[in-house]
T-cell receptor, first 111, second 113 residues
Framework: EDKVVQSPLSLVVHEGDTVTLNCSYEVTNFRSLLWYKQEKKAPTFLFMLTSSGIEKKSGRLSSILDKKELSSILNITATQTGDSAIYLC???????????FGAGTQVVVTP | NAGVTQTPKFQVLKTGQSMTLQCAQDMNHEYMSWYRQDPGMGLRLIHYSVGAGITDQGEVPNGYNVSRSTTEDFPLRLLSAAPSQTSVYFC????????????FGDGTRLSIL
């Protein structure tokens, strides 16, 4: 079955910890891999990855794609309570924007 | 700049009722789509459109209809609501043909009794 799998499903960390989230996908119809952050409402875009081995960074967040392993990781360093959210991984199936999402990882950062 | 606007934010329906979820975007995006989000299942694609007059089915289209008469609007219709359609619905839009990330609305929380 063609699907996107995220792990872990949830985790609780303390402020200042580093978090690593995993996403694996099947190669069928792969165009790119996207990460979104979802707090109370709309998912907001974090990264889009198309090339293997090239890290993308934004502040304390970074992400990298491994096309050989069909996976991606999202790292959050020096976590803050504002990082508490659901992090969604999605595979783009075409260049128009058709997305297949994983179930998400719930991250809770405690003070 | 409003982005993607969804209305209503909350709705309670009785089984068998019909309703339309509204979605409008002001970014002149050709691509628009509807997802539903259920606990533990991420977002699943219901229907999408690559431009005015063109729509197609996604992963879970049964029980839903869409139309795209203008670039800005992409309403989702529930013809005869069922409890299984209780969910949070998100509309998204993006620039077509460039692999750009989707912009999401704030969602409509729908409960079917």
């Amino acid at each position: 079955e063609d699907k996107v799998v995220q792990s872990p499903l949830s985790l609780v960390v303390h402020e200042g910890d580093t978090v690593t989230l995993n996403c694996s996908y099947e190669v069928t119809n792969f165009r790119s891999l996207l990460w979104y952050k979802q707090e109370k409402k709309a998912p907001t875009f974090l990264f889009m990855l198309t090339s293997s081995g090239i890290e993308k960074k934004s502040g304390r967040l970074s992400s990298i794609l491994d096309k050989k392993e069909l996976s991606s990781i999202l790292n959050i360093t020096a976590t803050q309570t504002g990082d508490s959210a659901i992090y969604l991984c999605a595979k783009a199936l075409d260049s128009w924007g058709k997305l297949q999402f994983g179930a998400g990882t719930q991250v809770v950062v405690t003070p | 700049n409003a982005g993607v606007t969804q209305t209503p934010k909350f709705q309670v329906l009785k089984t068998g009722q019909s309703m339309t979820l509204q979605c409008a975007q002001d970014m002149n995006h050709e691509y628009m789509s509807w997802y539903r989000q259920d606990p533990g299942m991420g977002l699943r694609l219901i229907h999408y459109s690559v431009g005015a007059g063109i729509t197609d089915q996604g992963e879970v289209p049964n029980g839903y209809n869409v139309s795209r008469s203008t670039t800005e609007d992409f309403p989702l219709r529930l013809l005869s609501a069922a409890p299984s359609q209780t969910s949070v619905y998100f509309c998204a839009s993006g620039e077509s043909g460039r692999g750009q990330p989707q912009h999401f609305g704030d969602g409509t929380r729908l409960s079917i009794l």
